[in-house]
């Protein structure tokens, strides 16, 4: 999950109206879903500790490089109590192609040593727990509820934040506030899969440099359909 400083810059000038975005939305979201039925994360996992060291790894890193690592990541690793007893040179070295090996190899680390003091060697399944982790965040956190305990969670990534303020549901670039944004306008039981509707149509279609609107099934409700000011 590729995250870029970018996201803090966006600008903000754009003034949203609560009940037209939630109208927005409910437009947006039934075509969405039938054109992208496969949305899901793109970062493999078999149990919710994987899926947190994963998210971990995909700071400024790409999903595919991420994959690529975990696949023998995960073979040497089954516990957090591997990794709390784990060497941080060697899961250095282990994770090094990931980038910022360093800082995520001292996060996964502390992580597990916490899930295994106080956790009883579980990855803990609410929003509050998590963030009690070292080095988890509220959108690694979402991550979590939403894909591996199934909890209704509004992960925002760059592509979130894009383009929820290019489809006028927020103005807001800050992710924690975008997040409260969206939780008011989207229905609960659709909040982790509107996330991934975002991702794979702001990979696809409205990427960040050229949106291709031409293509888009959702321009005609899309504000910033053709304007490049509000890109």
Request: proline fraction near 5%; glycine fraction near 4%.
């Amino acid at each position: 999950m590729l995250m870029t400083r970018k996201a803090a810059t966006i600008k903000t000038n754009m003034n949203v109206d609560k009940a037209e975005a939630g109208e927005r939305v409910k437009r947006i979201l039934p075509v969405l879903k039938k054109t992208y039925p496969e949305a899901k994360t793109s970062l493999n996992f078999t149990n919710p500790l994987e899926l947190l060291i994963a998210t971990i790894l995909s700071a400024q890193c790409t999903d595919v490089r991420v994959n690529i690592v975990t696949q023998q990541l995960f073979k040497k690793y089954k516990s957090a109590g591997d990794w709390a007893n784990a060497d941080l040179k060697q899961i250095e070295s282990d994770i090094k192609s990931t980038g910022f090996y360093h800082n995520k190899s001292v996060s996964i680390k502390n992580a597990c040593e916490m899930i295994v003091r106080q956790f009883n060697d579980k990855v803990p399944d609410t929003m509050e727990a998590l963030l009690e982790l070292p080095g988890v965040g509220r959108k690694t956190a979402n991550v979590v509820l939403g894909n591996a305990f199934g909890k209704p969670a509004i992960a925002c990534d760059t592509h979130v934040i894009r383009l929820s303020r290019r489809l006028g549901l927020s103005e807001n670039a800050d992710a924690v506030k975008l997040e409260l944004d969206l939780a008011e306008i989207v229905p609960k039981k659709d909040w982790t899969l509107f996330s991934h509707l975002l991702i794979f149509h702001g990979r696809n279609i409205c990427k960040a440099r050229k949106p291709d609107c031409e293509s888009c099934p959702v321009s005609k409700y899309c504000p910033a359909a053709n304007n490049p000011a509000l890109w």
